[in-house]
């Protein structure tokens, strides 16, 4: 398992995280546990922040759809960085730990009038704006609540990335954004101008996401600047803001290649910059809106081996107290994952196994065939990477409680994310009188 921010093997052959054992760590908080690298998280916001930000005076704004709870948003505020949120939760979240508004970037494919009257009124920086629907009930929530919206259209640039089918969205056919090459996206900043209530400040682009080739995001920037020149040529408007989205990949198993974020920072500015040029227009300010590049390999998810089941001559399943109810990803996308054996971190890998979760569903595996020291019930098992889109698309299938998270640096374990209880799983049931008198609760 390659180890990660401050992850290393300590003298009792245990996997340490942020100084603390993680063997205790299992013990003290119980499994399955999200454990959070404050200083890996912390990290890697500062490695976007010096390629962009203090390299390019480019914003970096993170993606709270990837992580997203209080201390999350503590954590993000201190490093400097804007907050991009997708619904009324993310804001309330947000809000809550008292994040500063003008930097909340609101995205969303179909933001409800409530959710947009509730952003207006707390002052979020920008609306990111989907669709001619959208705009047009922004403009008339800002007239009645006497403010103006601060927008950026997306746009869709028609770029194909290579990535999963489900998390890809540049493309034409895609559910998100007004399509540049049909020229809707035209109609949308045309539209936008009219608006009395929307000052449009720029565009948005997002081609996907656990994307490796810098290529595909040059190439976007190149097409989304050609669309800005056109702005320029046919209404004489130039815009400011130019997000280019998120959508860095990251190391989950052998094969995966990680870029440098100051590469993909050059690569980008380069591209508009160039472009600038060529067009002899100014260049607009640079927005990326990374997620999974900064909280994905700060997560460890720990797990007890329970069943271990050797089909002869088939395969050996080890199935952990967790699965698919706190990491869904294999299930949904085909991820792969590398894990270790936290309390056996230095034994030979002596035996190829398959996770399995504890979901009564067959596609509910964690990771094929990995190899590991020969296991026991009781072992500790190490998920690595599982920072993004584990505990934020995590749920309750089978009634499996969500699990708690710890953040921990120096040595310290702190609980951000409690460990949901029985009483969590019913809080919102209810029972119509009629039924309680026949039932024991
Ligand atoms: N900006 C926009 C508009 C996005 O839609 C996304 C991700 C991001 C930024 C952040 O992308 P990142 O840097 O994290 O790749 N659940 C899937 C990923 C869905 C991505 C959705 N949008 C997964 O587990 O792989």
């Known amino acids: ?64 759809k990837a992580l997203l709870n209080l201390a999350i ?29 003008e930097r ?25 704006v989907d669709n001619f629907c959208e705009l047009d009930l922004l403009n008339n929530l800002a007239g009645e609540a006497d403010k103006v919206a601060g927008v950026i259209l997306r746009v869709t640039p028609g770029i194909e990335a290579h990535t999963h089918e489900y998390i890809k969205t540049g493309q034409i056919d895609s559910k998100f954004g007004l399509v540049i090459e049909n020229g809707q996206a035209m109609e949308g900043v045309k539209r936008a101008l009219e608006l009395e209530k929307i000052d449009l400040k720029g565009l948005h682009c997002h081609i996907g996401s656990q994307i490796f080739e810098l290529d595909s ?68 300010r640079i927005i990326v809106e990374p997620g999974r590049s900064i909280c994905g390999p700060a997560g460890t998810t720990l797990y007890s081996v329970g069943a271990i089941k050797e089909i002869r001559g088939v395969r050996k399943y080890l199935a952990v107290d967790g699965g698919m109810g706190d990491n869904p990803r294999l299930a949904l996308y085909q991820a792969r994952y590398e894990a270790c054996l936290a309390n056996k971190a230095e034994q030979p890998l002596s035996e190829t196994v398959s996770v399995a979760g504890k979901c009564c569903e067959s596609g509910d595996m964690l990771i094929w065939d990995i190899k590991l020291p020969r296991a026991e019930s009781g072992d500790i098992l190490a998920v690595s990477c599982t920072g993004a889109y584990n505990y934020s698309m995590s749920m309750n299938y089978n009634r499996l409680p969500r699990p708690a998270m710890v953040l921990v640096r120096g040595g310290r374990a702190e609980l951000i994310t409690r460990r949901e209880s029985f009483e969590d799983l019913i809080m919102n049931d209810l029972v119509p009188e009629r039924l309680a008198k026949k039932t024991t609760v």
């Open 217 to 284: 995001y040059s190439h976007t920037a190149e097409v989304m600047m050609a669309f800005v020149n056109q702005i320029y040529e046919e209404t004489g408007f130039c815009l400011e803001e130019l997000d280019l989205g998120g959508g860095l990949g990251v190391y989950y198993a052998e094969g995966d290649q990680p870029r440098p974020v100051q590469d993909y920072a050059d690569a980008l500015v380069g591209a508009v910059l160039d472009r600038a040029e060529k067009y002899n227009i100014p260049a607009p």
């Open 73 to 101: 948003c503590r954590l993000v505020d201190e490093e400097g960085l804007g907050l991009d949120v997708v619904s009324e939760g993310e804001i309330f979240t947000a809000h809550k730990a008292g994040f500063p508004v």
């Open 1 to 64: 398992m390659k180890l990660n921010g401050t992850m290393r093997v300590n003298e009792k052959g245990h996997l340490e995280i942020g100084g603390c054992d993680t063997v205790d760590l299992a013990r003290e908080f119980g499994t399955p546990l999200y454990v959070l690298d404050e200083m890996c998280f912390r990290q890697n916001c500062r490695d976007y922040y010096l390629a962009f930000t203090h390299k390019y005076a480019a914003k970096v704004v993170y993606a709270g």
């Open 104 to 128: 909340i970037y609101f995205h969303g494919n179909n933001k409800s009038p409530a959710e947009l009257a509730m952003a207006l009124e707390v002052g979020v920086g920008r609306f990111m």
